[in-house]
């Protein structure tokens, strides 16, 4: 069986420390090669800038010259949107039946790995790699790694620190204009100076809701993500109109199905991963899986803080009562969304332009019939919200 190393990351761009570490790691656990491969999106950190994906690819390619035990892939630039490192596992696995994988991170990301989306399948796929650097010591690392070992994985940390370099003050030095001290490749600085990157001049930015959009593209349906970008439209509509904040707004819709068309036992996967029970009539409802898990994603992978946008995203099936604006929105938008067809939804949309909360009684009254009908259990908190809207209704 042969014996490979992923070594995935931004690089924005690639210096020598990342080709020197490559190298020695390669040489101490005798792999017969590393593959460099370039993210497209980074789903683990958002960045507003970067050097556009050929020419990141382009870079990785000349740096490598010369070292035949390094290769460059495509596979994640040519998917597009944002690749997790699960997904990009499976698909070496499938490529290469009769390999055994390694998997070389930084230092600071090896400490985040048992957070990382579907961390159980990555250790089981892999050998998880590591070498200190910076602040971060041999010994933190290798504390982290038992505990990861513990959970089944199988770690190898190095002793020899990384070299202190840094793309970010590789970018700083470009952008100031002072010497690189050999940081670079010489054909990776000739590239960079010919094409001008990382120059005073402005970057190509990226808002985070283009990476949002990039993330979510590549977990959706086209049908799914469709409707993500009417829900988001809608929900900017409606918060504008009732005061709210159109661009957080315009964000919950994107987000609130990311989950949608997830293997259902991956949804179970991450529920589990992260300590989430689902109560008894979940359990039995598949169908509000993508809320939960939605929720947990965004919270723990995507690493979002914003309170009320991730308690938008979890209640935006059931509901519940005491609705947030924001909450009010999104649950209303995704029934109102310029894509939706039922037979009702345009007594919806009229109801939108007046009151959230009697859209809100009319869909929540819509759904109930709709699950009595199938003879499925409603949850809890879409009854208790049918009547919170009802009784205030009777006032």
Request: charged share 25%; aromatic share 8%; proline share 4%.
């Amino acid at each position: 069986m042969r014996k490979m190393a992923l070594f995935g990351g931004t690089f924005d761009p690639i210096h020598q420390s990342h080709i020197s570490m490559a190298l020695r790691l390669c040489d101490t656990l005798k792999l017969d090669g590393v593959l460099l491969m370039p993210t497209y999106v980074p789903p683990h950190k958002m960045k507003t800038s970067m050097a556009d994906a050929a020419d990141r690819l382009a870079m990785c390619r000349l740096a490598v010259e010369g070292h035949p035990s390094l290769s460059v892939s495509d596979l994640e630039i040519n998917r597009g949107g944002a690749s997790f490192t699960v997904d990009t596992l499976e698909a070496l696995s499938h490529l290469y039946p009769d390999t055994q994988w390694y998997l070389f991170t930084g230092a600071d990301m090896f400490l985040t790995l048992r957070t990382w989306y579907r961390f159980a399948d990555i250790a089981r796929m892999a050998v998880l790699c590591a070498v200190p650097r910076g602040d971060i010591t041999v010994e933190e690392l290798k504390a982290y790694a038992v505990q990861m070992e513990a959970d089944g994985a199988t770690c190898y940390v190095d002793d020899q620190p990384e070299d202190p370099i840094s793309s970010t003050e590789i970018r700083r030095r470009l952008t100031a204009g002072e010497s690189l001290n050999g940081l670079l490749h010489p054909a990776v600085e000739s590239y960079i100076r010919q094409k001008g990157l990382y120059t005073a001049a402005p970057m190509k930015r990226q808002t985070p809701d283009e990476q949002y959009k990039a993330i979510i593209r590549t977990r959706l349906s086209d049908h799914r993500y469709h409707h993500s970008l009417c829900v988001a439209e809608e929900a900017a509509r409606l918060a504008h109109r009732y005061g709210g904040d159109a661009a957080r707004a315009y964000t919950a819709g994107l987000l609130h199905d990311i989950m949608k068309d997830t293997d259902k036992n991956a949804q179970l996967q991450i529920l589990s991963d992260f300590g989430i029970l689902l109560d008894e009539v979940e359990q039995v409802s598949p169908t509000l899986w993508h809320a939960r898990a939605g929720e947990v994603f965004l919270r723990k992978v995507l690493r979002i803080e914003d309170e009320e946008l991730l308690t938008a995203v979890r209640y935006h099936t059931t509901g519940r009562p005491g609705m947030s604006l924001l909450e009010k929105v999104l649950f209303v938008a995704d029934f109102t969304s310029a894509d939706r067809t039922y037979d009702d939804v345009d007594e919806m949309r009229r109801l939108a332009d007046v009151s959230l909360e009697d859209a809100m009684l009319y869909g929540i009254a819509y759904t109930i019939v709709d699950l009595i009908n199938r003879e499925r259990p409603i949850h809890p908190d879409t009854v208790a919200t049918y009547n919170a809207l009802r009784g205030r209704s009777c006032t």
